[in-house]
Nanobody, 123 residues
Framework: QVQLAESGGGLVQAGGSLRLSCAAS????????MGWFRQAPGKARELIAA????????YYTDSVKGRFTISRDNAKNTVYLQMSSLKPEDTAVYYC????????????????WGQGTQVTVSS
């Protein structure tokens, strides 16, 4: 079974940057669409960014467009989320997720999530 392990969360001041990483186990990483979700206190978990198998296609929710960048390195079985111009409203637990092989970039396609990493943005 594929395991997803996030790292890179922490406490940062508003306007700062963080880079999250997600390492995946197994040999099929290159067949999964990968994504990042987040869940703020009292809110539902939401898909904020996704990237296709070959990195040609990406998706961003409106609230992070222009500030966050998703990327992947299939040789390293790793997906990244570069976050810049962070705002207090970005405070949440961030989860890495994958689809079934050759899935789509839609939120409903994701089938497995990591344990999450906390990101806290202070004002």
């Amino acid at each position: 079974q594929v395991q997803l392990a996030e790292s890179g969360g922490g406490l940062v001041q508003a306007g700062g940057s963080l880079r999250l990483s997600c390492a995946a186990s197994g040999r099929a990483f290159g067949t999964y669409v990968m994504g990042w979700f987040r869940q703020a206190p009292g809110k539902a978990r939401e898909l904020i960014a996704a990237i296709s198998v070959t990195s040609v296609n990406t998706y961003y929710t409106d609230s992070v467009k222009g500030r966050f960048t998703i990327s992947r390195d299939n040789a390293k079985n790793t997906v990244y989320l570069q976050m810049s111009s962070l705002k207090p409203e970005d405070t949440a637990v961030y989860y890495c997720a994958r689809t079934a092989p050759y899935g789509t970039l839609s939120e409903s396609a994701f089938v497995s999530w990591g344990q999450g990493t906390q990101v806290t943005v202070s004002s």
